[in-house]
């Protein structure tokens, strides 16, 4: 059986494995951010630019698109509404676990042993 430390020491391809994995997770990376940059730099272009150069960044980064948008989107609303959703959701869910809790933790249960062992 091989120890931990023998284990990340193989070699690949004449790397190290621990080399073929940062190069693989980098790879990823670069994969994941890619679209959401192109994103936050298409937000800041005109459309002209846009049409033009829709990949690469801004000539003239435009940060008047964003106050367009709030305006346009009604995002003062919208961000309002998603703030109170979200609180009393957080508040309910905060009442019924702690009610939970407490008939959890002051009820006899019939093998509450072993469930309670695995959280």
């Known amino acids: 059986m091989k120890s931990h ?3 990340w020491q193989q070699r690949i391809w004449g790397y190290s494995a621990g080399t073929i994995y940062y190069l693989l997770a980098i790879v990823l990376v670069v994969f994941s951010l890619g679209p959401v940059l ?3 730099f298409n937000s800041l272009k005109s459309d002209n630019e ?3 150069n829709p990949i690469g960044l801004p000539l003239q980064p435009l940060l008047s698109n964003y106050v367009n948008a709030w305006n346009q989107g009604n995002l003062g609303v919208t961000l309002l509404n998603s703030v109170i959703i979200t609180t009393g959701t957080i508040i309910g869910i905060w009442i019924i676990a702690g009610l939970a809790a407490y008939a ?4 006899d249960l019939p093998g509450e042993m072993p469930f309670f062992c695995t959280w």
């Open 5 to 7: 430390a023998k284990k």
């Open 38 to 40: 192109i994103l936050l």
């Open 50 to 52: 846009l049409g033009s």
């Open 104 to 107: 959890l933790a002051h009820m």
